[in-house]
Each structure stands twice: as C-alpha cells, then as structure tokens.
C-alpha cells in the first residue's frame, strides 16, 4: 500500500507527511506510471475540501433516496411535488443554456477514457464526446487514474497510444468534440481514496467527488483556453435537492479555482423514475449551471424495475427487447423531457440506441444502421435537440436524421411541444401487452453473465450479440429476473420462473462459453447468483461488485 496525504494547507513543494490529520485526502490505492500528475498535493487538498464541505450532505441525500424508494415499494406513487408547484407554475425562469463548444449538440458519442477509446471519439466527427467514467467504464484503480490521464492529455492535445502490436493512434482531426465528461453517480464510492475529517474519522471517498474534483482541478482552465469549458453529465440524479447538492459543489468550485460564476455546465440525465417527476425542479436547481437533460432510456426502465419489483403483476415488464422508446410509459417521459427542456431553453438530448455495426456481418450491419436510423428519425421528429450514438459508424446514421429535421440550426429550442401534456399515470403506465418467453430470460442471463465477465476484468462497455452492453443494461436484465422469479411469473410456454430454474440456465451457460485462463465467467455467474437469485435485491449491482472485486488489497 502507498499511503500519502494532503489537506487543504498541505505545502506543494514538500514531501506529503503520513499523519492523520484532517481534513485530508489519503491515497490508499497503489501508484502507477504518472499517478503523480494527477494526484498532486494541490488536487488531493481540493478533493478534501470537496468532501469537508460535501460529504455531509451527500449522505443525507442518499438516505432520501432510500425513504422514497420504501415509499414507492410500500404503494405510494411518485407524483409532480406540491411544495414545488410555484416552480413549475412559473414561465419566467430559463437555464444558462449551452456553453462555448455547446450550441450545437445533434450527434453525441459515448464511450470509455481509456487511451485508445478517447481517441477514437476524438477522431470521430461527433459534435460533443461523452467521456464516460460512469457506466462504461469499470471503475478499477488504473481505470479511474488512467482516464484521467487520458483526459489530462487529451484536453492539451497531448495524448497518443501505442498498443502491443506497436501501432501508434494519434487525435488527427482537425476539430475535435466538445469533452462533456460524466462523473460516477452519487451512490458510488472510491475506497483507494480514504477522506479524513476535523475529527480524525476516515470512510471511502466519493466517486462523484473524486472524478470530478481531478478532472475540473486539472483541465478547467486549459478547456476555459481553447474556447470550450469544464461541462458534466450527471448520473442517477433521483431529485431536486441531489441535483441543487450539484450546483453547491459547481458554485464552490468557481470561486475555489477563479472561474467565473456559471462557466461549469452541466447535461443531467433523467434516467430514474423519481426525477421523472421534478425535471422542471432540477433544471431550476441547476438553472445557472445547467445546459440541459438527457433522455437516458437504459437506466430509466431499470429504475421502473427496481421501484416497482415488490408491486405486483401489474409492474412485471417482459423479455427486455419489449421495452421500447413507443411503449406507453417511455413515450410520456421523452415528450415530457423535451417540452420540459424547451420551455426552460435547455436542450432535450436523446438516448442511445444500443444497437451496433458489424463489419464481419453485413447483414446485421444493415439491421442495425435500419433500427438506429429509425430510432433518431423519431427523436429528432418529437423534438429532441441531439443524440447518443455508441459506435463511430453510426454518427452519420445519426447525423442524416437530425439534419433533415434542423438543417443548418444548431437546435429546434423553438419548439416547445405544447402538445404535449403527461399526468402521473401515464409516467406508471407500463402496459405493454406481451408475455415473458424462454429467450428473454436466457437473453437475461447470458447478456448480464457476459457482461459481468468484462467488466470484471476492467472493460466497461461490451458488445454482445450486436448489441453495446454496459452496467446499466446490465441492470435491467438482472433486475427483470429477480422480479420475475419474487413475482411467480411463467415464460408463455406455461413454465414458471425459479430460481432452480435459472440455476439451470446459469450451468448450460457456463458449459457452454468458450474458456480462456484470465475469464471471470466463474466470478461472474457468482455475482449474478448474488444480485439476482437471493432475496435481498442490490440497489446497483456495481456497489457489491466494485467492493468484492475491484478493491485492491491494502
């Protein structure tokens, strides 16, 4: 273990003493290859400030987030909030709106830090990356300070890559994409950082803090330089006062590194079920940092699962596939978000399609360009301002759609869908009229053991079957079987869902997956057993996961 602190008054000219004394930051994870650049003395003193201020409040909001989902788990409905309504009532409010390197967002691509990743999506003609430490990335020690690396380089025109063949991968394009960059969510913890407060008490870092806090201290300035700014996707909000618990942090930080009030912006992601409910409320939180929403699709349904997997029959969802963007519930959330947006002048950003080309398979290739380019034709027809896409390939798929309904706007603001009015009950409307097949509970568990499988071992976001899997589709289909198998549900060929049964599904699996020496199939199934087959249901499989797994030992 290599052991250093440093507090808020630590010199950065001297050594770093090993004491306890806070608050401070204490590195706990072992150091590799240039670990120094980003873990300076001045850093680790902002992330202990961060955490000093921050820390407290964090942890109230987390236990907020676990009274509402009792709640909801216990037959109260979420619903548009009476102690807000003045907010929502009032048209007058408008967010900062897009930043320098912001205004024009119609093609967004995803995807993980490491070297080689990072490149790419700077190669790739997209107008704004989504630099993901998030849910395609898997958060080991060298994942979480390489990314950084990665970034710190990237954001000087630094960075390169060479890999074991030799090859040398270098940014080449003349513009490269707007870096919005997307922090781990609230809930998230990285144990190779121990904060130490006034009192001598230490406990795991925040992963939110700590990605953010490297990358805003280290690059805020160097972007503000080149004509773009520090900008963030904010994951897993649940409410207002997660996403107001943001703007605090935002604010501090402008006054902490000399930024002027509101050059932080950030892109929320609605992907939960509670901030459904409050999108007026969490612009408004944000309304001095915020550049818009984003519509994230995979997270969202899982968090339908997870609210309402006690609830009954009538909340069973079937075979993931069957939960499209034009079922009734996900129709009323994306046509909120984007009136909700609009009338806020924020932009309404759309989600990923998970669907990926194939340069073996032709054929499946033309499927998924057919599906993806159906899926923007609809996003930029309701009014969506931008998409995700997950594949370089699939930009100009993406980029045909949006052009034929913005042409040379860079967004369609003025549309304001008053069309559109959604009531509670269309939010919870989860009919969808199709059984549970055998397939889709063997898609279940294969999709997720795979995809465990990697990231286990350090890769975050996997395609399978043609399909861009990450921790978040992951969940769904965790999820799906523990409600399946606590809510008596039968495939349509009359058999029921068991945990016996799934038991079966996970051995003719494991016989049947090609074995390598450095799998974690084994691992995998073990952790699928534990998220999904026992009563107890995980919040988020990452949490046991990242502690069982991915911790080094001290």
Same mark, same amino acid.
């Given at each position: 273990?290599?052991?250093?602190?440093?507090? &808020?008054?630590?010199?950065?000219?001297?050594?770093?003493?090993?004491?306890?004394?806070?608050?401070?930051?204490?590195?706990?994870?072992?150091?590799?290859?240039?670990?120094?650049?980003?873990?300076?003395?001045? #850093?680790?003193?902002? +992330?202990?400030?961060?955490? @000093?201020?921050?820390?407290? #409040?964090?942890?109230?909001?987390?236990?907020?987030?676990?009274?509402?989902?009792?709640?909801?788990?216990?037959?109260?409905?979420?619903?548009?909030?009476?102690?807000?309504?003045?907010? !929502?009532?009032?048209?007058?409010? %408008?967010?900062?709106?897009?930043?320098?390197?912001?205004?024009?967002?119609?093609?967004?691509?995803?995807?993980?830090?490491?070297?080689?990743?990072?490149?790419?999506?700077?190669?790739?003609?997209?107008?704004?990356?989504?630099?993901?430490?998030?849910?395609?990335?898997?958060?080991?020690?060298?994942?979480?300070?390489? =990314? @950084?690396?990665?970034?710190?380089?990237?954001?000087?025109?630094?960075?390169?890559?060479?890999?074991?063949?030799?090859?040398?991968?270098?940014?080449?394009?003349?513009?490269?994409?707007?870096?919005?960059?997307? &922090?781990?969510?609230?809930? +998230?913890?990285?144990?190779?950082?121990?904060?130490?407060?006034?009192? =001598?008490?230490?406990?795991? /870092?925040?992963?939110?803090?700590?990605?953010?806090?490297?990358?805003?201290?280290?690059?805020?300035?160097?972007?503000?330089?080149?004509?773009?700014?520090?900008?963030?996707?904010?994951?897993?909000?649940?409410?207002?006062?997660?996403?107001?618990?943001?703007?605090?942090?935002?604010?501090?930080?402008?006054?902490?590194?000399?930024?002027?009030?509101?050059?932080?912006?950030?892109?929320?992601?609605?992907?939960?079920?509670?901030?459904?409910?409050?999108?007026?409320?969490?612009?408004?939180?944000?309304?001095?940092?915020?550049?818009?929403?984003?519509?994230?699709?995979?997270?969202?349904?899982?968090?339908?699962?997870?609210?309402?997997? =006690?609830?009954?029959?009538?909340?069973?969802?079937?075979?993931?596939?069957?939960?499209?963007?034009?079922?009734?519930?996900?129709?009323?959330?994306?046509?909120?978000?984007?009136?909700?947006?609009?009338?806020?002048?924020?932009?309404?950003?759309?989600?990923?399609?998970?669907?990926?080309?194939?340069?073996?398979?032709?054929?499946?290739?033309?499927?998924?360009?057919?599906?993806?380019?159906?899926?923007?034709?609809?996003?930029?027809?309701?009014?969506?301002?931008?998409?995700?896409?997950?594949?370089?390939?699939?930009?100009?798929?993406?980029?045909?759609?949006?052009?034929?309904?913005?042409?040379?706007?860079?967004? @369609?603001?003025?549309?304001?869908?008053?069309?559109?009015?959604? $009531?509670?009950?269309?939010?919870?409307?989860?009919?969808?009229? !199709?059984?549970?097949?055998?397939?889709?509970?063997?898609?279940?568990?294969?999709?997720?053991?795979?995809?465990?499988?990697?990231?286990? %071992?350090?890769?975050?976001?996997? /395609?399978?079957?043609?399909?861009?899997?990450? /921790?978040?589709?992951?969940?769904?289909?965790?999820?799906?079987?523990? @409600?399946?198998?606590?809510?008596?549900?039968? $495939?349509?060929?009359?058999?029921?869902?068991?945990?016996?049964?799934?038991?079966?599904?996970?051995?003719?699996?494991?016989?049947?997956?090609?074995?390598?020496?450095?799998?974690?199939?084994?691992?995998?199934?073990?952790?699928?057993?534990?998220?999904?087959?026992?009563?107890?249901?995980?919040?988020?499989?990452?949490? &046991?996961?990242?502690?069982?797994?991915?911790?080094?030992?001290?």
């Amino acid at each position: 273990m290599n052991t250093m602190l440093a507090s &808020p008054s630590t010199p950065t000219t001297a050594p770093v003493p090993t004491q306890r004394t806070g608050p401070a930051i204490e590195v706990v994870g072992r150091l590799g290859d240039r670990y120094d650049e980003i873990l300076t003395p001045d #850093a680790l003193a902002f +992330l202990a400030e961060l955490h @000093q201020r921050f820390a407290g #409040a964090r942890h109230d909001r987390l236990a907020e987030r676990m009274r509402r989902r009792f709640e909801i788990g216990n037959g109260r409905d979420p619903r548009f909030r009476d102690d807000t309504a003045a907010i !929502r009532e009032d048209r007058s409010w %408008r967010v900062a709106g897009a930043g320098p390197g912001l205004e024009d967002r119609r093609v967004e691509i995803t995807g993980p830090t490491d070297p080689k990743m990072t490149i790419n999506a700077l190669n790739s003609g997209a107008n704004v990356w989504l630099a993901d430490q998030e849910d395609a990335t898997s958060p080991t020690w060298a994942n979480v300070i390489g =990314g @950084q690396l990665s970034l710190r380089d990237a954001v000087r025109g630094e960075l390169t890559f060479t890999n074991e063949a030799g090859k040398v991968y270098r940014v080449t394009a003349t513009e490269t994409p707007t870096i919005v960059m997307r &922090p781990r969510g609230w809930h +998230l913890v990285e144990k190779h950082l121990r904060f130490i407060d006034r009192s =001598g008490a230490a406990m795991a /870092a925040s992963g939110s803090l700590v990605d953010y806090g490297l990358y805003v201290f280290h690059n805020a300035r160097t972007l503000i330089d080149t004509g773009r700014g520090p900008y963030f996707y904010l994951p897993k909000l649940e409410s207002s006062e997660e996403a107001h618990l943001w703007d605090d942090v935002f604010t501090f930080t402008e006054q902490r590194l000399g930024l002027d009030h509101g050059t932080i912006r950030a892109t929320v992601l609605i992907e939960t079920l509670p901030a459904a409910f409050e999108m007026d409320e969490i612009l408004y939180a944000l309304r001095d940092h915020c550049a818009g929403l984003n519509a994230g699709r995979w997270d969202y349904i899982f968090s339908i699962i997870k609210n309402y997997r =006690g609830r009954g029959a009538r909340f069973v969802l079937p075979d993931r596939s069957e939960v499209t963007m034009t079922v009734p519930f996900m129709r009323a959330y994306t046509e909120l978000l984007v009136q909700t947006c609009h009338r806020r002048g924020a932009h309404a950003i759309g989600g990923m399609s998970a669907f990926i080309p194939n340069r073996r398979d032709p054929e499946a290739t033309a499927r998924a360009i057919e599906k993806v380019s159906a899926d923007k034709r609809r996003e930029a027809g309701d009014g969506f301002d931008g998409t995700w896409v997950a594949h370089p390939e699939l930009i100009e798929t993406a980029r045909t759609e949006f052009d034929a309904v913005l042409g040379d706007r860079p967004n @369609q603001l003025d549309r304001l869908r008053e069309d559109v009015s959604v $009531t509670p009950s269309q939010l919870l409307d989860v009919r969808i009229g !199709r059984a549970v097949t055998d397939a889709g509970l063997r898609d279940n568990v294969s999709i997720a053991v795979r995809y465990l499988d990697s990231w286990l %071992r350090g890769i975050g976001a996997a /395609a399978i079957d043609g399909l861009m899997e990450d /921790a978040a589709t992951a969940e769904i289909s965790r999820s799906q079987v523990w @409600q399946w198998i606590h809510q008596d549900v039968a $495939t349509d060929d009359g058999r029921p869902i068991t945990r016996e049964r799934v038991e079966d599904l996970l051995d003719e699996l494991l016989a049947s997956l090609p074995r390598t020496a450095d799998d974690r199939f084994d691992d995998a199934a073990e952790l699928f057993r534990e998220v999904a087959l026992r009563d107890e249901f995980p919040t988020f499989l990452t949490v &046991p996961a990242y502690t069982r797994y991915l911790v080094d030992p001290a």
